[in-house]
């Protein structure tokens, strides 16, 4: 077998986003543009010479010709080993847990997680280094670099691997190890979870619906949820993996997991209802009748992880990003550990978590997860949740209620812009950059501006910056609205703005969220220019 040395030349739009590089599936299976790419990751954390790395993905389309690419590059650029889920399929907290597991140098995970897939859809990658974690952004400013400069790549000439066979083959000079991309991760979450409490729930009769979207977490779910803790089969709807996820969007939010969201309001609903996002690390959780916001589950963990036997020991501290309500907030305050708001994006967890100072993190995006990997994780939390109903003996409902009526409730909801023109988008956040420093003072929609900012942030750990991550406004009365564009989206730009109103009056806990909301979304939409400059009535998506 030889090595090749193919000549090619940058090509423009390899910069990494919010979580890994997310294109069209048929800009990824251009020529050179995946080996492009795969050979600045090598290039940008030093050369894969003796390496080990983890590999696997969500199943989509062109997953495992591209890991079959890779791992030929892997080959020739001298990798000692690769570890590979079954199939090429892995999910993202199971490859985190794998890397930190076994020790790799660190792993590449294809996804575009809960983008669509297909030809005509989406495909991604990513890169994660030896804590499990996503790259560092000064990993990713690196390997974004290389993309500028690359003029070859390395791959071996050699037969495509057979992902499907367990056991260890060869490459070249590299070994191969393809491992059932279930097991280490069921047997990590049974060391966390008190697996007979929630087993003995399910065989007093309550009932779990959990939504797999045809993405990665089928085979987890089944495993963990129907195998081992022995919950009636069917339980996992939608649970074989398939390359374009049936068609739909693989993002577990009441919009694109509408008809789980039915079954969880119809007169005969489970007890407890879930879904995960195409490469498994996001999470929605739904009570009967209770659709729970990723902020206050965030919260419910923050109060009573302690339930759970991982986590008995109590919390270092919490983690939360910057557009996530401060409901977690509130908690760490009432019982005394740290909390931090970071920006967007996984990325910005790992140092506090490696140095020890939080044990949870949080997303608005329907992600929460924990020191036990470096990544969110979708099927973690319904496990914790799982156990926490399994021990208080209480249902999502009137854990909600009590949560509220302690710490008051943070209502908070998010609204979409979809494909957007991206000028009319810079514009739009230009424009209310612009007006920072005169905003405070004005009123709007009968709201008082209190405060402007763009945040920013510096990491405790490592003493970095990240600048420009999200424009903010306060206003009198505890209410704040975030403006920022997202960084997965393949297509135009999207428009994210993040909307919260605290409330502490007892008797004002059960309203709808969009009318709790009522006059900071005016307020938003009225001072961001958001109708009048996109043209757009009403968002795209409401979470
Ligand atoms: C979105 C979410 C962010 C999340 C990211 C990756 O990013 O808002 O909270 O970390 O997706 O999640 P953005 O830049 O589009 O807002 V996943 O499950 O798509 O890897
Ligand atoms: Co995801």
């Not at 009573?304 to 020991?313: I, K, Q, R, S």
């Not at 790992?350 to 044990?359: A, F, H, P």
């Not at 297509?491 to 059960?510: H, I, K, P, S």
Request: net charge negative; with cysteine; hydrophobic share 40%.
């Amino acid at each position: 077998m030889t090595v090749k040395t193919i000549e090619t030349s940058p090509i423009a739009g390899q910069k990494p986003g919010t979580s890994g590089l997310r294109k069209k599936t048929r800009v990824f299976m251009e020529p050179h543009f995946l080996e492009n790419y795969t050979q600045s990751i090598f290039d940008g954390i030093g050369g894969v010479v003796g390496k080990t790395l983890v590999i696997g993905g969500d199943g989509r389309f062109f997953n495992d010709t591209a890991i079959g690419i890779i791992l030929r590059m892997a080959a020739a650029g001298g990798a000692a080993r690769c570890i590979v889920g079954q199939g090429g399929l892995l999910s993202t907290p199971a490859a985190s847990h794998l890397i930190r597991k076994r020790g790799a140098d660190g792993g590449l995970i294809l996804s575009a997680s809960h983008n669509p897939g297909g030809i005509d859809e989406d495909f991604g990658l990513k890169y994660n280094g030896p804590n499990g974690g996503p790259a560092t952004e000064s990993v990713t400013e690196k390997i974004y670099a290389c993309t500028r400069n690359v003029t070859s790549y390395q791959i071996l000439e050699a037969e495509n691997v057979d992902l499907d066979r367990i056991g260890t083959q060869s490459l070249g000079e590299m070994t191969i190890e393809i491992i059932d991309p279930v097991t280490d991760y069921a047997e990590l979450m049974g060391t966390l979870f008190d697996f007979n409490a929630i087993s003995a729930l399910f065989q007093g009769g309550f009932r779990v619906a959990f939504d797999a979207m045809h993405a990665i977490t089928g085979p987890y779910a089944r495993e963990i949820l129907e195998r081992r803790l022995g919950a009636p089969a069917g339980t996992v709807m939608n649970g074989t993996p398939l390359p374009d996820f049936g068609g739909r969007h693989p993002d577990p939010n009441p919009v694109w997991a509408k008809a789980l969201m039915d079954i969880m309001h119809s007169d005969d609903a489970p007890d407890f209802g879930a879904a995960s996002d195409g490469d498994g690390d996001r999470n929605m959780i739904v009570g009967r009748n209770c659709y729970v916001s990723p902020s206050d589950s965030l919260a419910i963990f923050a109060d009573l992880a302690h339930l759970a036997a991982g986590y008995a020991g109590g919390l270092a501290g919490v983690a939360r990003s910057m557009p996530t309500s401060a409901a977690a907030d509130r908690v760490a305050m009432a019982k005394g550990f740290a909390h931090f708001e970071t920006p967007t994006g996984w990325k910005f967890f790992g140092n506090l978590l490696d140095d020890g100072q939080v044990t949870l993190c949080g997303e608005e995006s329907a992600g929460t997860g924990s020191s036990h990997v470096r990544e969110k994780d979708g099927l973690w939390a319904v496990l914790l949740w799982l156990n926490i109903l399994a021990v208080t003996g209480k249902s999502v409902t009137e854990l909600m209620r009590d949560h509220w009526t302690r710490y008051g409730r943070n209502y908070y909801s998010r609204h979409d812009y979809e494909a957007v023109d991206s000028a009319v988008a810079d514009d739009l956040m230009q424009a209310l950059r612009a007006r920072l420093g005169d905003l405070p003072g004005t009123s709007v929609a009968g709201l008082t501006v209190s405060g402007a900012d763009e945040f920013s942030y510096l990491d405790p750990v490592d003493g970095s910056t990240s600048s420009g991550q999200g424009i903010r406004l306060y206003f009198d009365g505890g209410g704040r609205a975030v403006f920022r564009l997202s960084g997965t989206g393949t297509v135009g730009a999207t428009l994210r703005v993040y909307l919260e109103q605290l409330e502490t009056d007892a008797g004002a806990l059960d309203h709808h969220p969009q009318e709790a909301l009522a006059s900071i979304i005016a307020a938003a939409d009225t001072i961001a220019e958001i109708s009048t400059r996109t043209g757009r009535t009403a968002p795209d998506v409401i979470t």
